[in-house]
C-alpha cells in the first residue's frame, strides 16, 4: 500500500510499508527538530573604580541672622510725636529714630533743679548759722576761763559763775546743731541732684536713637500713640555686615574636625573657608570664617549649633533668609569611586557588578563611603581598575558572561 503524508515539520513521503509501520515511521519522523541556535552574550556598558584624592564636602541648612539685633523700646512713657528714620534704612548708632513728648520731663527737670537750688540755698544758712554757734561757743568759753579765778576769790558771785557755764554749755549745743543742720543740707542737695539727674535722663529718653549700626527693621508703632516701657517693641535695628549663619552639625562631625585641625591635616579649612548657597541656587561670592559654637550639645538630637560670619557689603543678605552652608571637612586620600548609577540597593545593603578579565559578572555586596558629585566612595568591596556595570544591570545576573563596552567615567 503506497501512502502520501506531510508531517508538522513539513517534510512529505510516498512510500508503502504495512500500516503500523507506516504509521511509526510517521511519527518519528514528526518529532525530529532542527537544533536551536546559542543566545548571544548581552551588551553591558562598564566603567573603571577611579583612586585619587577627594575632598569630603559637608551642607547643611543655614539661617542667617544679624550679628546684632537691638530691639528698640520706649523707656519713658508718653505720646509718641516724629518718626525720625525711613524703615528698612541703614541707620547709625545714635541716629534719632522716635521722639516722645518732652513737655512733662522738661517741666520736672526744672522742678528738680529747683529743689536743687533750695537744698544749696539751706545748706549755706546752716553754714552761717554754725558761724554764729562757734562765735558764742567762743565767748562762753572765754567767759569760763575769765571768771574762773575771780570765783575762787569771791570777785564774783557764784551766779554769774554758773550763768556762764550754761552759756557755754547752751553755745556748745548750739554749735551740734548747726552743724547737724550742715549734714541734713548737704544729704537734701545730694537727694536734689539724683532728682535731676534722674530727670534729665527721662527727659534724654524721650528721644529714642539707634544704640547700634545697622539696618532698621518697620515701626509697630505710629505717631500720636502711646508708648510706655511695658508697650512692647517699637522697631528693630541689626548689624548685618558681617552677618551671621546659624546651622547645626552632628557630634560626630564636630567630633571629627577637630581632630583634624589638632592633627593638622586639610580638614580644619572649613573653620575659615565656609560657602554659602543661597535660596536660588547661586553661591554666595564671599567666604564665611567660623565665629562660634554653642555651649553644649542637644542632648535629645546629638546636634551643636554653630555660627559662622559672612562679609555683607552692600546689606545684600538680611536676617531670616535660608541657605546652605558648605563646608570642606578634610580631604580623601587615594579613595576608590565608581559611578553613582552602579550601585544597586538590596535589602539596606549596596551591591555592584564587577566585570573580570573573562568578561564575567560578580555580583559584590560593598560598603559605601561618602558621595562626591555623581560618583561614590567604596569603602569596601571594589579595586581601583577594577570594570563596574554602570549600564544594563537588569540583563544580567552573577556568573553570566557580557559583553561589555567600556564608556569610561560619567
Known amino acids: 500500500m503506497t501512502y502520501r503524508s506531510v508531517c508538522s515539520c513539513g517534510r512529505v513521503s510516498r512510500l508503502w510499508i504495512p500500516p503500523l509501520a507506516a504509521l511509526l515511521t510517521l511519527l518519528g519522523a514528526c518529532g525530529s527538530q532542527a537544533p536551536v541556535g546559542h543566545m548571544p552574550p548581552p551588551d553591558v556598558e562598564v566603567t573603571q573604580a577611579e583612586s585619587r584624592d577627594v575632598p569630603i564636602v559637608r551642607e547643611w541648612i543655614g539661617t542667617l541672622d544679624g550679628r546684632v539685633n537691638a530691639e528698640i523700646r520706649a ?13 528698612g534704612s541703614f541707620v547709625h548708632k545714635g541716629q534719632s529714630l522716635f521722639e516722645i513728648d518732652s513737655r512733662p520731663f522738661e517741666a520736672a527737670l526744672n522742678q528738680a533743679k529747683g529743689m536743687l537750688a533750695q537744698a544749696e540755698g539751706n545748706l549755706q544758712q546752716a553754714n552761717g548759722n554754725l558761724a554764729q554757734s562757734r562765735a558764742r561757743l567762743g565767748k562762753a568759753e572765754l567767759d569760763v576761763k575769765r571768771y574762773s579765778p575771780l570765783a575762787k576769790t569771791k570777785a564774783i558771785s557764784q551766779e554769774e559763775m554758773d550763768n556762764a557755764v550754761q552759756a557755754e554749755i547752751e553755745a556748745r549745743a548750739n554749735e551740734d546743731a548747726a552743724q547737724a543742720a550742715i549734714e541734713a543740707a548737704r544729704a537734701s542737695i545730694s537727694a536734689a541732684k539724683a532728682s535731676v539727674d534722674d530727670a534729665a535722663l527721662k527727659l534724654e529718653f524721650t528721644r529714642i536713637v539707634a544704640p547700634v549700626e545697622g539696618i532698621a527693621g518697620l515701626a509697630t508703632v505710629q505717631v500720636g500713640n502711646l508708648v510706655s516701657p511695658t508697650s512692647g517693641v517699637l522697631t528693630m535695628v541689626s548689624t548685618v555686615d558681617p552677618i551671621k549663619a546659624y546651622f547645626t552639625v552632628s557630634e560626630q562631625e564636630y567630633l571629627q574636625s577637630h581632630r583634624e585641625i589638632e592633627s593638622g591635616g586639610s580638614g580644619g579649612a572649613w573653620v575659615n573657608d565656609f560657602q554659602l548657597v543661597l535660596a536660588d541656587g547661586s553661591v554666595y561670592p564671599h567666604k564665611g570664617t567660623f565665629f562660634m559654637a554653642d555651649r553644649q550639645v ?19 543678605l538680611r536676617p531670616g533668609q535660608y541657605g546652605r552652608v558648605r563646608a570642606v571637612l578634610g580631604v580623601r586620600k587615594a579613595a576608590v569611586l565608581v559611578p553613582q548609577r552602579a550601585v544597586g540597593e538590596l535589602q539596606g545593603g549596596y551591591q555592584v557588578a564587577v566585570v573580570d578579565a573573562a568578561n564575567r559578572v560578580a555580583m559584590r555586596n560593598v560598603r559605601m563611603g561618602e558621595r562626591i558629585g555623581t560618583s561614590w566612595i567604596v569603602e569596601d568591596g571594589v579595586q581601583a581598575g577594577e570594570r563596574v556595570v554602570v549600564e544594563g544591570l537588569l540583563k544580567i545576573r552573577n556568573g553570566v558572561l557580557v559583553n561589555p563596552k567600556d564608556v569610561g567615567a560619567k
Open 75 to 87: 523707656q519713658v512713657s508718653g505720646y509718641l510725636l516724629r518718626q525720625n528714620y525711613r524703615e
Open 298 to 316: 542637644d542632648v535629645g538630637t546629638g546636634s551643636l549649633r554653630l555660627a559662622v560670619l559672612f562679609p555683607n557689603p552692600g546689606n545684600v
